[in-house]
């Protein structure tokens, strides 16, 4: 007997991968993957050497307990036997990104074993005073970059994957009784597809917003290889979210826009063909390939980083090609997460054909409601896409895009202002917090003087929930700048960055919360925290692009 409700269901099914199959044939997938190709960077290689050893020692006041000192003469690293000194801990000065390798010479007889190291690499201290052991991450443990490394009669070892870090340590724990030996060389070969900076900051620009700069260009030069990466270390791949931010932050400073080219055209080609949605992240090598998950937040981001690299390029051929893609993703918000009262509700988070959604923000010290942020988030993409339509002669694709966010910040401010204490909350619990506050005041549900309000009052509410990374705090500055507390801008990014300066970063981290500094969303296990991270990179673009609040 025919199954009249299996029937039915497949006919759903059939009709709609028909309906999707317009979205992205396979000859323009492959056609943007070949643009994409073309836009390769050169990656440019220094070569570094270790400058001192240092000791690895506990200090309560430095960044999660441990500091590096001047300890020993790098000198005798290249002439006294190593077997007797056993271990050293080498500082290259600056974080570097790329391939290591060391070379040994006799001393005395000739090497008549092979000779077993141990070697562990930190981006900070802390990596290598921390244990290792008991491993209790919620990532791979692969991630971390300890190894064993057996040392054959040619003296020469290289490692055989990308080392991220500014100090290595090294213990001889398999020797000849026989002979000895010293190192001939130690060698760091650091890579990047960033040129020279163009930034130009004022003479009057105080030292601490210099030294931001300084460590921002440095974070995002790391990051910046084939693809913008999110972290050299860990996740070596590129994901929309910062990719936003790091377009932001190159534009102010390498201006390397066909990196950013590369990216967009790599996400398009390999975004979904059916559904027609972006997914979150690719990993570049050994060909471009996508990790099939769907964030909602990023996928809206597509848009907002399209539109300025064309302010910053003028390249309208690009903006044209893809601007299809990035107007997708708004259009599968508004159909499958926006109720009949036109407030974001999609809270499994599901769309058709994506086995992982969610929507992101931050990875906060506890769990975020996103409702709130959302609203504003979508409002302020679609007031984006709609200017940007009209730059690029698209006005038609958007033409209800004005009344439709005039309905959603007026849905917004009713189910998310709470005009009797001036602030904003989200959820059935009313969440206060930064990211809700934030993306409330940069996507207009409130007016300026309610945005400035708010602000203040969930800074002083000890209850809201604070971010846990630059990713969002990324965006309270942008939001204290919409309304005009330049001050408070100001004094934040000096307080928050520059507080990562003063405990010693040359890189700015994945996560920083000043009076938490052992916050991981990795089950607490810090070391797979990532300490040269693109989502932190931002304060050159705030710095460069506000020069009458930080200039000054």
């Known amino acids: 007997m025919l199954n009249i409700k299996y029937l039915l269901s497949a006919l759903f099914s059939l009709t709609t991968s028909l309906a999707f199959a317009q979205y992205y044939t396979a000859e323009q997938q492959s056609e943007w993957l070949r643009k994409a190709e073309e836009c390769k960077p050169y990656l440019k290689t220094t070569i570094h050497h270790p400058v001192q050893e240092v000791a690895i020692v506990k200090d309560g006041n430095a960044f999660q307990g441990f500091k590096a000192v001047k300890s020993g003469n790098i000198n005798d690293l290249y002439v006294s036997s190593f077997k007797e000194k056993k271990t050293v801990v080498l500082d290259f000065g600056q974080h570097l990104v790329g391939k290591v390798s060391f070379k040994i010479k006799d001393i005395g007889s000739m090497q008549d074993a092979v000779l077993r190291f141990k070697v562990m690499f930190g981006e900070v201290p ?19 970059q300890d190894f064993v490394c057996d ?12 080392i991220t870090a500014r100090y290595m340590k090294i213990e001889a724990v398999g020797t000849s009784i026989y002979s000895d030996f010293c190192f001939d060389n130690i060698t760091f070969e650091a890579t990047t597809s960033a040129g020279d900076s163009k930034t130009n900051l004022a003479a009057a620009t105080p030292q601490i917003f210099r030294d931001i700069a300084r460590v921002s260009e440095n974070t995002l030069k790391g990051c910046m290889q084939g ?6 270390k860990r996740d070596q791949r590129l994901w929309m979210g910062d990719l936003y931010l790091q377009a932001l932050a190159n534009s102010a400073s390498f201006k390397e826009y066909n990196l950013t080219k590369r990216c967009l055209y790599l996400l398009a080609g390999l975004s979904n063909p059916q559904n027609g949605l972006l997914y979150s992240n690719l990993v570049e090598y050994p060909t471009p390939h996508a990790q099939k998950t769907f964030f909602v937040d990023y996928a809206l981001s597509f848009l907002l980083t399209l539109d300025d690299y064309y302010e910053a390029t003028g390249d309208k051929e690009t903006a044209l090609e893809l601007w299809p893609v990035a107007n997708r993703q708004i259009q599968a918000v508004l159909g499958e997460a926006i109720d009949k ?4 509700s999609n809270t499994n988070y599901q769309f058709p054909g994506m086995m992982i959604s969610m929507v992101f923000f931050d990875w906060a010290p506890s ?5 709130a942020a959302m609203q504003g988030y979508l409002a302020y993409v679609m007031n984006r896409a709609n200017t940007f339509a009209e730059k690029i002669g698209r006005s038609d694709d958007v033409k209800t895009y004005p009344a439709t966010v005039k309905k959603i910040r007026a849905a917004g401010r009713k189910e998310y202002w709470d005009a009797k204490n001036k602030t904003i909350v989200s959820g059935k619990d009313r969440q206060s917090s930064y990211a809700g506050t934030s993306w409330a005041v940069i996507g207009g549900l409130i007016s300026t003087d309610e945005a400035r309000q708010a602000i203040t009052n969930v800074m002083a509410d000890k209850k809201a929930i604070t971010p846990g990374t630059p990713y969002s705090t990324h965006f309270l500055i942008e939001a204290m700048l919409h309304c005009g507390m330049e001050r408070d801008a100001r004094r934040y990014v000096e307080n928050y960055w520059g507080g990562m300066v003063r405990l010693g970063a040359d890189t700015f ?10 916050f991981s969303s990795y089950n607490g296990y810090t070391l797979l925290n990532s300490y040269c991270h693109a989502w932190s990179c931002t304060p050159i673009y705030f710095i460069v692009n506000y020069p009458n609040v930080f200039q000054k």
């Open 367 to 371: 769990p975020l409601d996103t409702h």
């Open 126 to 144: 802390s990596d290598l005073g921390l244990p290792i052991e008991p491993f209790t991450g919620s990532l791979s443990r692969g991630w971390l």
């Open 227 to 232: 693809v913008f990466e999110d972290g050299p």
């Open 151 to 162: 040392v054959s009669y040619d003296g020469i070892f290289t490692f055989n994957r990308r």
């Open 509 to 518: 981290w994945e996560y920083y919360i000043p009076d938490n500094q052992m």
């Open 341 to 344: 009262n036109w407030l974001y």
